[in-house]
């Protein structure tokens, strides 16, 4: 936003639900919200309710470590991730609401001769894709990040690396606050403690309406947005989803002065760092190995994050850890979304992202609404249906999705 941020009194008032609406949408984290705002700005549905278990984008949406980028290996993930980085970069004023989104650009450490071919690959499918990559050099990285070490010396020497300049950073809670915002200012009801317990059928199987804590309520269509608990939901209607939840660790520092302009990432060693717009220093590390949904994780994966971080950044091992949290992320065995109908009839799915949610955000809204309101999936989505599991047109980014896979 070019005019000075000047935050509101009033951002969105807490509902109780209705009877019945158009759209039920199940996870009030950032997806659902997004989904939520689409329908209304883009689509005039607006009788829609987002129902959420705890607080709103209490989830993941409170606990990722906020980077963006586009820079993904194959056709159709480039898409849908570059779309949404087109809509991040002029999401504050649509939304009317500054997210703080930095474009600070995104640098993908390489290690080993296998790194490099990686990234020289990504590198050029991205520039087919039209998506900005650059593959930089040992000198051009020490240029880019100075603190940086670089030396020959290391266990795992840095060999270069992929650098998208468009990536960055935004302010996770005010992603969340700005879609909330602008989606009750389309009459969207938004609804905090109200746990999905169950679901209404009719006699055909299609559904009618969620059962939850706070009572019935009857739905035209309804819309799974709840990141690793949405195979639960999901296992509700018994559908099966080809999902595994990990914990995701990520901690932060005390506030330093700045020293890190650009965000840092390195698949090997399991560490990623950006320093956020206060000064500390945000750190995500890999995913625990265990399947849970405990938001703690594992004290050495910490350990090891910390070592590596310390050895590519040798001035921050007097900085002090302020807080570690855990996430609850939703990983498909092609480290891909899924998202798009279910085979029960008016229920969709929008899950699977892995350690890209919020990075596509506002890609994932504009299409999941698309696909909700239209009842087949929106063509950026169409590759990521269910069905690929049974077809084996699965669309590998292991590679691509970084560290925690």
Partial sequence: M???????????EDRPPNGTYDVVIVGAGGHGLATAHYLAARHGVTNV????????????????????????????????????????????????????????????????????????RRVNANRLNGVDAEW???????????????????????????????????????????????????????????????????????????????????????????????????AMLGIRLPLQSHPLQALVSELLEQVLDTVVMSNAVHVYVSQAHKGELVMGAGVDAFNGYGQRGSFHVIEQQIAAAVELFPTFERAHVLRTWGGIVDITPDASPIIGPTPVENV?????????????????????????????????????????????????????AAVAH
């Fill in 348 to 400: 969709f799915v929008n899950c699977g992202w892995g350690t890209g949610g919020f990075k596509a955000t506002p890609g994932a809204g504009d299409v999941y609404a698309d696909t909700i309101v239209n009842g087949r999936p929106h063509e950026l989505a169409e590759p990521f249906g269910l069905e690929r599991f049974t077809t084996g047109a699965l669309i590998d980014e292991h590679g691509a």
């Fill in 2 to 12: 070019d005019r000075p941020f000047e935050h509101p009194d009033f951002l969105w």
């Fill in 49 to 120: 309710a987002v129902l959420e278990r705890g607080w709103l984008a209490g989830g993941n949406m409170a606990r990722n470590t906020t980077i963006i980028r586009s820079n993904y290996l194959w056709d159709e993930s480039a898409a849908i991730y570059e779309h949404s980085l087109k809509l991040w970069e002029g999401l504050a004023d649509e939304l009317g609401y500054d997210i703080l989104f930095s474009q600070r650009g995104v640098l993908n450490l390489a290690h080993s001769l296998p790194d490099v071919r990686e990234g020289v």
């Fill in 136 to 234: 930089l050099t040992p000198d051009d990285i020490k240029k880019l990040v100075p603190i940086l070490n670089t030396s020959d010396t290391l266990r795992f020497p840095v060999l270069g690396g992929t650098f998208q300049p468009r990536g960055g950073i935004a302010r996770h809670d005010h992603v969340a606050w700005g879609f909330a915002r602008a989606a009750h200012e389309r009459g969207v009801h938004l609804i905090q403690n109200c746990e999905v317990t169950g679901f209404r059928r009719a006699p055909d199987g299609a559904v009618t309406g969620v059962e939850t804590s706070r009572g019935v309520i009857g739905a035209g269509r309804v819309a799974l947005c709840a990141a690793g608990h949405t195979s639960v939901l999901a």
